[in-house]
């Protein structure tokens, strides 16, 4: 007998049959004696829709409305799953964040996971019956519904595969595991057997959304073997692990593309100390995340550019925040570029072989893409190019790195 939770994404619940479908699944584990908790997301396209409404009457909300309004997606999923399951005669319950419950901190739209209480569950474990959680939402300390971000559901079902010590946590999606790209770009693109924690946390980080990136920090933080697996078919996924687990490494194991940050250049501001602890001392503050920094030295002026990328979803409170700096910064002007695509190449095994970012530059160079912003890190390298080339770049990179699959019967 094993404690397994398995987790379900938007396409998996995303109508009445495929809810079938689910329910089909998780009563195969519970007949072959496991105790289940299973974590849903809300239908797919029910959160950005919520998410548009809520934008739709004030783009600057109230974020703890916000979660009141985006985490209704689950709650419907959870009850028809619910519903589903005891329609085959499983004894099932829906679980809402705060029934459990998911304790979170105050951050609403990016709260973080603090605390999970087991206790209820696993007494209900006992008595055989399959707990059907909401993911992506919690409670914080103002008693208030918080959600977890985009794609929380992820880091819902890892923390509590963590917190109820379960052996595995299968991640159910609609693709069949983590592939070398976003195989709805790439149709070369490979899918990897095993993967790193290290690596999938930064193809994640950058933007390859099988997975939220916080899942993968809790995952290898927590030793929680994660597996990634289609809804639809019956055939292995790919598996989460440690780097000795891994026999042979490529130099890069996959390339990660982001669409969603956007760049903002604050123009003139003044070349002395503690500008940038201003600036960004300040979007922190805010909790705003920022990524690529890049400060262009003037050489005998006094001024400088500062160039930097947020969450598209943070430009309208970005530009707020750097408006009250202006008195004090004195920069002549704020320019935002949402057009913009971030492109990482990412593997372990850059650590011991050189030259990997002059070959992605060299490709990029070979398509006439031009490279705005540069960021590295031990085992990635990340630009920033106008959106319109991301395709282009994207399966560019992925040949030049040897990743293509090789080509099938019938391909061009
Ligand atoms: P879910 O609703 O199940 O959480 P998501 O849409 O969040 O599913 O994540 C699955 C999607 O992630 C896939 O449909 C695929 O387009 C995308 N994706 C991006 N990068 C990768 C990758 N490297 N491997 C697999 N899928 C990827
Ligand atoms: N429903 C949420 C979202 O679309 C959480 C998730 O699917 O993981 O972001
Ligand atoms: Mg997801």
Request: charged share 20%; hydrophobic share 45%; with cysteine.
């Amino acid at each position: 007998m094993a404690r397994i939770v398995m987790k379900f994404g938007g396409t998996s619940v995303g109508d009445i049959s495929r809810i079938k479908n689910v329910a089909q699944r998780v009563k195969r584990e519970v007949e072959a004696g496991n105790e289940i908790a299973v974590v849903v997301s809300a239908m797919s396209g029910t959160t950005n829709q919520l998410v548009a409404w809520a934008r739709e009457i004030a783009s600057l909300h109230d974020a703890r409305e916000y979660d009141t309004v985006v985490a209704t997606g689950e709650q419907v999923t959870v009850g028809l799953l619910a519903l589903a399951l005891q329609d085959l005669g499983v004894n099932a319950r829906s679980w809402l964040g705060w029934q459990i419950p998911f304790r979170t901190d105050g951050i609403h739209g990016k709260a973080r996971i603090e605390k999970i209480e087991t206790e209820l569950m696993i007494e209900r474990f006992d008595q055989g019956q399959v707990a059907v959680v909401a993911g992506f939402q919690g409670i914080g300390p103002d008693n208030r519904i918080t959600t977890l971000g985009r794609g929380g559901s992820d880091t819902s079902a890892v923390a509590l595969a963590a917190a109820l010590k379960a052996d595995r946590c299968d991640i159910y999606t609609d693709v069949d595991g983590v592939y070398t790209t976003d195989p709805r770009i790439v149709s070369r693109a490979r899918k990897i057997d095993r993967i790193t924690y290290e690596e999938m946390l930064e193809l994640a980080s950058q933007g390859a959304k099988v997975l939220q990136t916080r899942s993968v920090a809790m995952a290898m933080q927590f030793g929680v073997r994660v597996q990634v697996l289609s809804s639809f078919e019956d055939k292995p996924g790919t598996l989460v692990v440690d780097e000795d687990e891994i026999v042979e490494q490529q130099v890069v194991t996959g390339i990660a593309y982001s669409p969603d940050e956007a760049k903002i250049t604050l123009v003139n501001v003044p070349d002395r100390p503690g500008v940038a602890a201003t600036i960004f001392g300040s979007l922190a503050d805010a909790a705003i995340n920022v990524d690529m920094i890049v400060q262009n030295v003037g050489q005998n002026v006094a001024a400088t550019d500062m160039t930097f990328t947020v969450g598209k979803t943070d430009v309208d409170r970005t530009a707020s925040v750097l408006a009250g700096l202006r008195s004090d910064l004195q920069y002549s002007e704020i320019v935002t570029d949402p057009n913009v695509c971030k492109v990482s190449v990412v593997g372990v095994g850059m650590r011991s072989q050189p030259g990997v970012a002059k070959t992605m530059f060299q490709t990029l160079a070979d398509k006439s893409i031009n490279i705005q912003v540069i960021s590295t890190s031990e085992i990635k390298v990340s630009v920033l190019i106008a959106a319109e080339y991301t395709e282009l770049a994207v399966r560019a990179l992925h040949t030049a790195f040897g990743l293509d699959a090789p080509a099938a019967a019938g391909d061009d």
